[in-house]
């Protein structure tokens, strides 16, 4: 291998990627696009449920009630009706996703069971679990609470007896869902990038004929291979120390475990998602399929890899086909060391097979690789 033809290489791609507008576009904006996009736009918080209230009693008690539901920040009460039909006509429309009835004789809840109903729009099935267990938590606490206090006022008192269960949040007390997408982000922008880029490197060179200009070098195939792969190593590194950074001090979520364990296993998945584009580069003949390659890679990533639904949700089969993707691993590192702050033996089987692939993926590209037009 020569060193110069290397540094040649290395610094024709440099170049190319500068003359070439959309690859910068990927490089230095879509990261930041993808990282504020995700980070503000995907959330598993439920909370300010709009909902609308059918008030038949009208007391201060009922009113007391619909703030109680105003106050727990889980509902909106956002429309007052004076009909049944009116309220089903707003759940029609999906203006509303909850609807409160309730009956002309709820003053006397004190006295007697009153059936109050909460009416909820189950179509997205998020918003109405949330909906449901929230709902009923806010009318039992109302409920218990205004009976404590009548029996205070009667000089009685509920026994301290039965269970008193005692509950403590690991890693994020808060449960702040930043905490658990930015990690996720982290690694997504950096797979989604690496992979698009190298994608198109060597297809590019066919479809503006430099290849045939590279044929007839004394350039080796593994010397083109690694001089292509550098440059977009050093980008797509550099990308990931710009989305932590902004993870750090943007989104205040920070680093709990080892920060250079973090940057070492980062350049080693950015050397794993480039040996996959690299793949899709040796197979494609024109961009348009470096293109359809490069997302029939991505979009399976980010529904089974675990960044938005939990894998242990999913069937065996699906599990089985989201245990060969390298981002499955890399996100379990991720939210190992930034949330938990776990080391390097804990981790010891995410990285094994990270790395593993990522050999395996580079090999494969290489041995694919030829100097030559097809």
């Known amino acids: 291998m020569s060193i110069s033809r290397l540094f040649a290489i290395i610094k024709k791609e440099f170049i190319q990627i500068k003359r070439d507008k959309p690859s910068l576009v990927i490089s230095i904006v879509m990261p930041l696009a993808m990282l504020f996009l995700f980070g503000y736009a995907v959330s598993t918080e439920v909370d300010h449920i709009p909902m609308a209230v059918f008030d038949q009693s009208k007391t201060q008690e009922s009113r007391d009630f619909i703030n109680a539901y105003k106050n727990s920040l889980y509902f909106n009460p956002e429309y007052y009706v004076n009909t049944i039909d009116e309220l089903n006509i707003l759940l029609d429309t999906g203006k509303v996703k909850a609807g409160l009835i309730i009956p002309p004789d709820f003053s006397q809840y004190k006295n007697k069971m009153t059936n109050v109903l909460l009416k909820i729009d189950g179509s997205d099935p998020t918003t109405a679990r949330t909906a449901l267990s929230s709902g009923i938590m806010v009318a039992q606490y109302f409920s218990n609470k205004n009976t404590e206090e009548e029996l205070s006022k009667k000089g009685m008192h509920i026994p301290d007896i039965g269970i008193d269960l005692s509950t403590k949040v690991e890693y994020n007390p808060d449960l702040n869902t930043l905490t658990f997408t930015i990690p996720g982000l982290l690694g997504l922008v950096m797979q989604n990038i690496t992979i698009i880029l190298t994608a198109f490197a060597l297809v590019r060179e066919k479809e503006k004929g430099t290849m045939e200009q590279l044929i007839v070098t ?37 680093v709990s475990g080892s920060i250079f364990l973090l940057l070492l296993l980062g350049f080693d998945f950015i050397i794993c998602a480039l040996a996959i584009g690299m793949l899709i580069s040796t197979a494609a003949k024109t ?8 997302f029939m890679v991505l979009l399976p990533t980010i529904i089974l890899s675990g960044f938005i639904f939990p894998r242990e949700q999913m069937p065996y089969v699906i599990r089985a086909i989201s245990d060969i993707i390298p981002l499955t691993y890399f996100l379990d590192i991720l939210r190992g060391i930034i949330i938990k702050g776990v080391n390097a033996n804990l981790l010891l089987n995410q990285i094994i097979i990270m790395t593993s692939m990522g050999f395996a993926l580079l090999l494969i590209a290489v041995l694919r690789f030829r100097k030559r037009l097809d």
């Open 287 to 294: 961009q348009t399929q470096a293109m359809q390659g490069a």
């Open 218 to 254: 004394p350039i080796k195939s593994v010397e083109l291979m690694i001089g292509k792969l550098i440059p977009y190593i050093l980008i797509g590194y550099t990308d990931f120390l710009m989305v932590l950074a902004l993870s750090i001090y943007w989104f205040r979520v920070p």
